[in-house]
Each structure stands twice: as C-alpha cells, then as structure tokens.
C-alpha cells in the first residue's frame, strides 16, 4: 500500500506482543494477591508467591512496558523524522527476540533464577540477551533520527533519546555480575555499597522505563489526537533537562533509614523533592493545552486518557517525593502503601497512556476508525474505579500497618505481635483483588476494542485490494 | 546555540548522556571510591558452604519479596527485632538482601532466635504454628538434595575459603538444612545486647509474681501462651519443640525454680551457655520483653496454674 | 496516498505561548531549590550534625 506498511506491521506486532504479555502479568498480578490472603494459591515449588512476584513485575515492566515502548516509539520515530525506518528488517527480527527473550525470562523466573535485584532478577545469560536486544532498538532509533527527513526534533524525540541512553547505562552497571554457572551468578558490588547501586538503578529503571518514554507518547499523542498545540515550548525544554538531570541522584530514596551513609540519603532526599517541579511541568503544559478547549474532554474520547493520565502521573510524583521524606518513610516504607503508590502510577498513569496510544495508532495506520468508542469508553471508567480502588485500599492498610508496627502500651512495650498486625491487612487485601478484577475487565474491553478495529482495517484494506 | 541542539541527534545523546551522569558520578561512582562503602565487622565471616547453598535458596525462592533484613534504627524498630543494621554486617552479600517488603517480619536477626527444630517445622508447615500465616510451605525442600559440585563453583566465585572435606560434607544434605544453617547465620556478627529499653523490667532478685493467683491474669496469660509459645511448649506447655513447662524440670534439671527465674528466661529469651540458678541452658528460645511487664507476670502466672501451683 | 501519514510538525507547538512560563510553576522551582539547601545543611551529619544513629539514642533515652 505505502512505504510504511512493513514497519506498520512490526509496529503492531509490538502492540499485540505488548498486549499479550500485560495479560500474562495481570492474571498472575490476580494469583499473587490471592496468595497474598490465602497461602493454600502457593503451588509449589514453581508457583509460590517469592517466584511468581517478579513474574509480575518482569512481565508487566518488560512484556508491558517496554514492547509498548518499542513499537510506539517506532510509530513516533517514523512520523517525526517522516521516513520509514532505516533498517525495517532490523525491527523485524528485533521484535521475534523480544517475544523470545520474554517468555525464557518469565520460565526463568519460574524456575527460581533470580539475581535478587528488584527490576534486574534475570541471570546473566538473559541480561545478555537484553543487551543486544537494546542495541538493536538504538541502532535503529538513532539510524532513523540521524537520517531523518524533518529538520527539528520534536520534545518526544528528546525523550525517546533520553531513554535509549539512560537505560543502556543503567542495565549494563547494574547487572555486572561474576558467573557461576549458567544459571547462577553473584553480583560485583556486595552489601552497602551493592544497594546503592541497586536503587541508583531501581529508581531509575522506574524513571526511564515508566516515566520518560510514556511522556514521550504524551507529548505526541496529546497534540495529536486533540489538535491542540503544546502550550509551552520553553516550559518543555526546562522541565525536559530537569528531570533527567535530577533523576538520577534520587536512587537512596528507598534506601531511608538503611545503614546507607547519611550523606548519600539526604542528598537523595533533596533532589527528590526538586523533582516535584520538573514533573509538574509537564502536568501543566499538558493542562495549559487543553485549557485552551476543555470541550475536547468530551468531544474527543483520547482527551480523556491522556488528561486522567498526566493527573496520576501529577499525584504520583507529589506521593513519591513526600514517601522520601524521613517522618513519612518511617511510617509507610515496607508496608502496602508503597504497591498503593505503585499502582497508582502503573494503572493510572502508565496503561492508560499506553492504551490510549495504542487506540490511536492501530486505526491509523489501518486508515480506520476505533472499532467502538462507547467500549473505549467503558474500559476507562473500570480501570479508572480498578485503580482508584486498588491505590486507596492499600494507603489504608499500609498507614494501619506502620502504625500498628509502631504502637507501644504505656510501659514502652510492643502494643502488637507482627502476626496481629499480619491479620489484620486481609480484609484490605481481599478487596484489593476486587479491584484488581475491576481494571482486568476493563483491560478485556481494551483488547476486546483493538482485536476488533484490526479486524475491521483488514476487511476494508483487503477489499481496496 | 541551544536551538542548534535539537536539530543534531548525536550531539543532543551525548549532551543527555553527561547529563544523566552527573548524578550517578556524586551519588553512585563517587561513593563507591569510598571506604565508608566497604565496611567489614571484624567478627564478621565469610559463609560457609552450607550456608551459602541456603543463601542460594533464600535467593531462588524470593524469601526477599517478603522480607527485609535490615533493621532501622528507629525505637519501636530496635524494640521489636533487636539491635539496628551495621553497614559493616553485609561485606560478604553479592548483592545485598535487605528487601524492599514487610509482608513478614523482619529477618535481619533471626540467626539464633529459634532452635534448628522450629525452622524445620515453620518451613515445613508455617500454618501449623501461625494459622493464617500466608508464609508459602517449603516442606518440598525436605525431600530436595544439595549439589555439591554447584556449590564448590558458587564459593570459587564468591572468593570464600573452604577445604575439600567441606565440600564432600554437604552429601546427603537437604536443601532444608543449607537454608536453616543459612538462617541461623544471619545477623549473628553483632552480638545480642541485654534489652536497652525494658531493661529494668528484667533483672530484679528474687521478686514475687505481683499477679500470682490473679485470675484475670490467668486467663489473659492462656491467650499469650496459645498466641506466643504453644508453637514450641505445646497445648498447655505440655511439651514440644521447646521442653514441658507442667512439669518441675527447669533447664534439664529437677527441682523448681522461682518466679523471677521464669520471668528472667521469658524475658530475655535464652542462649545456648545462659546459666540461671546454677543450671546451663542447651537450646534456643526468643525474647518476649516486648510483650512488657504485665504480660510475662500474667504468663508466669498461666504457668503456674498449669504446674497446679 | 501515503500523505495521511506524514506530520505538521509545526502544528504541535504554539506558537504566541512558546515562551511562557506560569508564574507559579517558576515560584515553586525556585521554592524547591531553596527548600533542598536547607534539608542537605540540616541532615548532613558534617554540616546540621544530625545523624540516624544519634537521632535513635535521643529518642531511646526518653
Ligand atoms: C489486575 C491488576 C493487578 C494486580 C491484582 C496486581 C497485584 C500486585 C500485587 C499483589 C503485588 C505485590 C504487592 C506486595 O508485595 O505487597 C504487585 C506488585 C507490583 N505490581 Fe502489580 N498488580 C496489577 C497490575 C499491575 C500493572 C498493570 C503493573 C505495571 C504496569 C504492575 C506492576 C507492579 C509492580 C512494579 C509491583 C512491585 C511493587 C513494589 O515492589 O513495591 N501491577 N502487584
Ligand atoms: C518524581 C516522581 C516520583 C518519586 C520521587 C517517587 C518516589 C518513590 C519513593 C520514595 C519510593 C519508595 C517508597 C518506599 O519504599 O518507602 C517509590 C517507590 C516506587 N515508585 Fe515512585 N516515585 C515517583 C513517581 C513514580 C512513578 C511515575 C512511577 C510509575 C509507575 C513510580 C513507581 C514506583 C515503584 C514501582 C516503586 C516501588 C519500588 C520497589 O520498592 O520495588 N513512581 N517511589
């Protein structure tokens, strides 16, 4: 049909890849909070609740999130350099190794090989295979960039760039591990000193996997599917290099209290709470944009996702750098106000701007309409309930637990055994996997909506054939 | 110059790239040079073979997605688990474990908390001790054998001393016993301290249970011991993992002891050479100061009624 | 044909605000940058001479 049909193809081989591996990762985030108040869901060896927590986790952040980001930001890259990709075959073969890489890591995983770093547990051989996999998607993104047919750079870009940086370094410093085997291996950086480094990564595999690349999708779909113009562009550009100069000294933010020198908590502590401004900066230009027409809100059914989206993304960096805060961590770290946090900003924020995303592509590059927007519509509000439910139930018990940890009787002695508090959290988390079930109905309809459109575009493009 | 950049991508990736270094230099690089971030307890050792191969396990079954092993220096904290972490009790864990979760309690002091034999029974079967305990069950690491040729390569790696007799030793050991040995190792480089805070709860000579006889106390003290120690004494401290307390034997040796005595041990918990009127104690139990003062007197006093006393 | 697919890049910025910056978000950047100096001089043990380990002796000896 057009230049871009093969590269479309690989595009939406990444979004149903995505979209398969986000089922794989929600059913099992479902089991595991079953388990989380009835340990008889514990199968083992395979499927105990310590094995299948990282398959959640890998599935949702790697299968999820990151072959969202490489088929999306394919779809960007080519329309901002307006050109296909350099290397459309590159992509191809890029897209069969994720989906390979994906299903050994989560049999690893399975398996109980796991490096013990939250966000890096695969072992060495998949870290490899990671790695290349990394380079191939860079090779391509910078080759398109380079040879790209649009003198500017669009803010998206900036960030997609950011990104395919900033994770390279991150995964490769982390991962350096000494061998012992094939299946096995211990890290180079041992105790205090490896923990840093961890969450130097931790933090900031949250920060360029789940914050940068989605913005990059805002910044483009935003504009794009309301035709409303980015309100600032130097407002853009500060918030743009704030960000990411300030990420990256945040890490032993979750380090609070730990035999971590002092020194590195607080100087981790400061910049955390400076990040409020950068994020705020793209959550006001994106309100500026559409304050020009708030009508867009309803008369436009993407405007919705992408506003309700940046507003999580808005609470979640207040959250965040308020969770840094010493008299705040004392109270919440380790307990469930932290997964509250999380899924705030992976349900809220994270799938509902990828989704959106994906609603807006798979039409285009059919050349067809959204199958349904009244279904649209109804996977919205149940993620958006899902969610809410999710995040609220578990602020609830985690301020309940800190608090119940930390109860004395007026002699100085311990008010609870760890058991008592134990209890105490199962009505919560029962009724977190309601909510679970809510947004996984509503994550039915997504698939249900997109599986539909791309039926629709290939009837209608195989009858102009 | 600054719109210059955006229109040349390599420039711009190495612009951003000093960018996101910075940070990671100060707070990342920078430390790392430091000794600070290397510190080593003098009395700290390296893992022996078995309990490195229980290590493995900890680490193979995700024990850290429910656990930390960290202890914060905050008072309810110190209270609860013992003695906060020491940056120098970690030197020989690639990486570290300290977890980011408290679904379960934390286990940054769990080396010689509980006798050999509770481990054995709580991982076999957490639910019999906590029954709503949502701890998975481990009882297939019973029947699971340890590889010795793996675990000779796994010491190589982590540079730890060992000698051939070590390695030929862990025949016919069970993936269950490298974990417990594992665990009883944990947090041991620093020494217990006698409880700072309800110290003066402890200690007193000779004094009489002021609850004696209460029957208020009685029944408070049952709930205790069904919640806290029938897990080791068994229903009514008939006996189990931990010795009958319905009997007189006291430490493995007949004749009765007083109150205090009683309150001392629960108290304080007990360690393998803890002397207490004269005899020597064997095995291991936990401290229970911080269930405070009006709950251990109420226990004695539970224990009492059940000697018939 | 393939036209439908290509970008107006200039129609995703505005152009009369390119340059503003809302007031309040400048305050608060600023308000931050002045907040982060005066936690680092307080929580530093070298500078504010607070530290975990001592702050947890104070509270033990209440
Ligand atoms: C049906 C929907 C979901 C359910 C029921 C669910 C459930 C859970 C549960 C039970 C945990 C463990 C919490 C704990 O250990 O206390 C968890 C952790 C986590 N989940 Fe989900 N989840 C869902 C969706 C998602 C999605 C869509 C994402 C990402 C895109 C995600 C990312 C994560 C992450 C990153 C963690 C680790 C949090 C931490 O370490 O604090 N989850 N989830
Ligand atoms: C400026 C923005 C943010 C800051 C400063 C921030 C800060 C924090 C802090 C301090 C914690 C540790 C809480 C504790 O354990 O006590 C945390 C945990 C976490 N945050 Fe955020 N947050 C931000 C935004 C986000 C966003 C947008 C996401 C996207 C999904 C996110 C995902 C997570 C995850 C997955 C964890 C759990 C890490 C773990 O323990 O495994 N955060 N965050």
New binding site residues.
């Given amino acids: 049909m057009n230049e871009y049909q093969y590269d479309h193809q690989t595009v939406k081989g990444f979004i149903l890849s995505s979209i398969f591996w986000g089922v794989v990762g929600i059913v099992i985030g479902l089991w595991i909070s079953i388990q989380m108040w009835n340990a008889d869901w514990n199968i083992a060896p395979y499927f105990t609740f310590g094995r299948l927590r990282v398959v959640h986790t890998n599935g949702l952040a790697f299968g999820l999130g990151v072959g969202a980001i490489f088929g999306i930001f394919y779809y960007i890259v080519m329309r901002l350099t307006k050109r296909p990709l350099l290397f459309p075959k590159l992509a191809r073969v890029h897209l069969w190794v994720f989906n390979a890489a994906i299903a050994l890591a989560a049999l690893s995983l399975f398996a109980g090989m796991n490096q013990s770093l ?2 890096a547990e695969l072992e060495w051989p998949l870290d490899i295979g990671i790695v290349i996999l990394w380079v191939m998607f860079a090779v391509n993104i910078f080759g398109t960039v380079i040879k790209r047919k649009e003198e500017q750079m669009y803010i998206s870009l900036w960030y997609i760039i950011a990104t395919v940086v900033a994770v390279a370094v991150l995964y490769i410093v982390n991962n350096l591990s000494i061998p012992a085997g094939l299946t096995k291996s211990y890290s180079v950086f041992a105790g205090v000193n490896s923990a840093n480094v961890e969450w130097w990564y ?2 900031n595999a ?1 920060g360029f996997v ?2 940068t690349p989605i913005l990059a999708m805002f910044y483009y779909f935003l504009p794009k599917s309301t035709g409303l113009p980015i309100y600032s562009h130097r407002l853009s550009i500060i918030a743009f290099w704030s960000l990411i100069f300030g990420y990256l000294w ?1 890490g032993a ?2 380090l ?1 209290y730990t035999p971590l020198p002092d020194w590195i908590q607080t100087t981790a502590i400061v910049f ?1 709470i400076f ?2 401004a950068p ?1 705020w900066g793209s959550v006001v230009n994106g309100y500026y944009t559409v304050g020009s027409d708030w009508s867009k809100m309803q008369s436009q059914y993407l405007t919705k996702f992408f506003i309700w989206g940046i507003t999580f ?1 808005g609470l ?2 207040v ?3 308020t ?2 805060l010493r008299v705040v ?1 004392s109270l ?3 307990t469930d106000w ?1 997964p509250g ?2 899924h705030m ?2 349900m809220g ?2 799938t509902m701007t990828t989704a959106a995303s994906m609603y807006y592509i798979i039409p285009k590059i059919y050349n067809t309409e959204i199958y349904s927007v009244k279904a649209a519509n109804t996977h919205f509000w149940l993620v958006l309930v899902g969610q809410l439910m999710f995040s609220v139930t578990m602020w609830i018990t985690g301020i309940q637990q800190g608090a119940l940890w930390k109860a004395t009787n007026a002699d100085g002695s311990l008010k609870y055994t760890f058991y008592e508090t134990l209890i105490k959290n199962y009505p919560f988390w029962r009724l977190r996997t309601l909510a679970g079930v809510i947004f996984t109905v509503g994550m039915l309809f997504f698939i249900y909506n997109i599986l539909m459109t791309i039926r629709k575009g290939s009837i209608l493009a195989a009858s102009k054939a | 110059m600054a719109g210059e950049l955006y229109n040349k991508p390599i420039l711009f990736a190495v612009v951003a790239t000093v960018v996101i270094l910075i940070g990671t230099l100060v707070t990342m690089f920078y430390p790392m040079m430091r000794q600070e971030m290397h510190p080593k307890l003098d009395n700290l050792k390296p893992y022996t073979a078995l309990q490195l191969a229980g290590k493995d396990i900890y680490q193979r079954e995700g024990c850290n997605n429910c656990h930390t092993q960290t202890v914060r220096p905050l008072k309810t904290e110190v209270i609860r688990y013992g003695d906060y972490s020491k940056a120098g009790e970690f030197a020989y864990d690639r990486p570290f474990l300290w977890g ?2 408290r679904t379960g309690p934390d286990l940054a002091r769990i080396g010689g908390k509980y006798p050999d034999a509770w481990h054995y029974a709580h991982h076999e079967n957490p639910q019999s001790m906590f029954p709503k305990s949502n701890m998975p069950k481990y009882a297939f690491l019973k029947k699971a054998m340890v590889d010795p040729p793996a675990i000779e390569a796994h010491m190589k790696a982590n540079d730890f001393p060992y000698t051939a007799a070590d390695i030929s030793a862990l025949a016919g050991k069970t993936e269950m016993d490298a974990l417990v040995a594992y665990l009883q190792s944990v947090g041991t480089a620093v020494k217990k301290k006698a409880s700072r805070v309800v110290a003066e709860a402890g200690a007193r000579q000779h004094e009489k249970n002021p609850l004696a006889g209460d029957a208020k106390a009685i029944a408070l003290g049952k709930t205790l011991f069904a919640e806290n120690c029938e897990a080791c004494h068994g229903a009514n401290g008939q006996g189990g993992i931990g010795p009958s307390l319905a009997d007189d034997v006291f430490f493995g040796v007949k004749g009765d002891v007083a109150d205090d005595d009683y309150f001392e041990v629960i108290n304080n918990g007990i360690e393998p050479g803890m002397v207490e009127e004269g005899r020597v104690a064997k095995d291991t139990m936990p401290e229970f100061k911080a269930l405070g003062k009006d709950k251990i007197w109420s226990l004695v006093a539970y224990i009492r009624s059940v000697q018939g006393k | 044909m393939a036209d439908h697919f290509v970008d107006d890049i200039e129609k995703f910025e505005a152009k009369e605000t390119a340059h503003t910056l809302p007031v309040g978000w400048v305050i608060l950047f600023w308000a931050l940058i002045l907040w982060g100096v005066y936690y680092f001089y307080m929580y530093t043990p070298s500078l504010g001479g607070w530290s975990q380990n001592s702050a947890l002796e104070e509270s033990l000896q209440k």
């Fill in positions: 939250e966000y931790g933090h949250v789940f914050t945040t933010h979750h609070v955390t990040l409020i994020s993304y979640q960096t959250q965040g750098p969770q840094a961590s919440i770290h380790y932290v946090h999380v900003g992976t924020w994270v | 980011s979760k």
